[in-house]
């Protein structure tokens, strides 16, 4: 289905490796999917996590010992490991879209990769410390993993196709959370609910859900989940993606029982978020959205009669920053937070967050190709609330307001928007939109 999207997909990944290659002065690359890694003292695996720069030749994931071997003019070679294993089962033989357009070598032992790797030349390896083979020492070189990172923000086709279907995935897993929550349900079974639906295990996951009842919607990356539901479940805030062929999705909604106040905030993040996502194009500095969504978000504040301050004020004085103390967002694909989000150009250097926001983890300006997050939010963070009462801006805090919305953890509305030439595609809201 996916076979010339792919094929073209591979194409520009070897331009991008034949360019690569030549700025770090090497004549292969070879590509570690990375090794399985077992507990202390144990023989128990931790969860595979592939080398992202594997995954973008090949959809594998839960492949480890394989690789990539590049040759500039030459099909990329794919060593695909099979071992002969009674105990797990082993990789399914090479079928799909993804054989056509690589060279796929089967072998049985992780040793046997080497007798596939280039004999002479400087190669370049690229993989984890661990991912070492006799003579094959990873290596990864700078010059060339940033030429890689930085153009890893352009998604080709294909890549734009994964993440809508891990979208959809994700999507049907946001609705069923939802219904779940209407129905009482605990943290625990909401998180499981979401999975049934996204057709994931928690191993399929690109990050652990955020699934926050109540109070809970306040740690921003609240860890837990809960068997036991509260006595009444006042909002959830879920922040849940789903992975397809290696690609993420990273949603986060918003909901609530109908309380006035709350429903206020959640409409006004909800319509700044919009706001926002619109902006995603060409030319936009990714700092100044995150600048701009402050002065949005202190003028929900405002408006919901929480801080009564200019909202430009708010912001100046780091008011805005109690409620909202995390970055607009972040690129994505074959990671969730994807690499290269800060890079002044594919040669290296830095792009430096504004004063101030440190944990902005986007700072480059927007491109056609680029796929970002938006998602602003609005907490009531216990640890930062205490900071502003016992500092020289708590007068202009209605805390009443403020002791009312503690109970409801916070709002944080995020969708995942592709930068195109013309209108931004909304990829989070179409998948929506499609679902009804
Ligand atoms: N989805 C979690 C985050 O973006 O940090
Ligand atoms: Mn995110």
Redesign the pocket.
Known sequence: MHTTAYQNHIATLCARMDRALERSGHDHALIAAGVQKMQFLDDMPYPFAVNPHFKAWAPLTQHPDCWIAYTPGAMPVLVYMQPDDYWHLPPAPPSGYWTHSLDVRVVRAAEDATKHFPTSGRIAILGEADAVLPGCVPNNPQPLLDYLHYHRAFKTPYEIAMLKVAQREAVAGHRAAEACFRDGGSELDIHHAYLVASTQTDRDLP?GN?VGLNEHGAT??YQHQQAKAPGHSHSLLI???AAHAGYAA???RTHHDGDERFGALVAGVDREQQALAAQVRPGMDYRELHLQAHRRLAGVLREVGVVRMDAGAMVETGVSSVFFP?GL??QLGLQ??DIGGFMASDAGGTLPKPEGHPYL?MTRTLEAGMVV?I?PGLYFIDLLLAQLKAGPHAQAVDWAVVEHLRGFGGVRI?DDVHCTDAAPENLTREAFAAAH
């Open positions: 990050y955020i921003l990356h922040d849940a993606g990273d949603i986060t995390h967002g972040h969730v937070h983890r997050t998602e995020e």
